[in-house]
Nanobody, 113 residues
Framework: QVQLVESGGGLVQPGGSLRLSCAASGIFNIHTMGWYRQAPGKQRELVAAITSVGNPNYADSVKGRFTISRDNAKNTVYLQMNSLKPEDTAVYYC????????WGQGTQVTVSS
């Protein structure tokens, strides 16, 4: 059974930082791992993704502020989020893509003073 377990969300003030982690189990040779987010009333959107060889892709809204990384040996993907803004507030979902997509349960990130 495939499981993606996320951690690291929470409440942070504008300008602050958070680091999200997602550990995948029950799946191997994952091609792409990434993070999506969904704010209330909006569609889920890609935040960042990284391939198995380390090529990253970022949404324009987070470029220069967020960094995605991956540890293939641990089947884990990380998202370092700096200079957080209120508009980054959303539920963040981990994604693992092989032949199909697998999703985590989501972790809430709230940026507010």
């Amino acid at each position: 059974q495939v499981q993606l377990v996320e951690s690291g969300g929470g409440l942070v003030q504008p300008g602050g930082s958070l680091r999200l982690s997602c550990a995948a189990s029950g799946i191997f040779n994952i091609h792409t791992m990434g993070w999506y987010r969904q704010a209330p009333g909006k569609q889920r959107e890609l935040v960042a993704a990284i391939t198995s060889v380390g090529n990253p892709n970022y949404a324009d809204s987070v470029k220069g502020r967020f960094t995605i990384s991956r540890d293939n040996a641990k089947n884990t993907v990380y998202l370092q989020m700096n200079s957080l803004k209120p508009e980054d507030t959303a539920v963040y979902y981990c994604n693992a893509r092989r032949t199909v997509d697998f999703w985590g349960q989501g972790t809430q990130v709230t940026v507010s003073s």
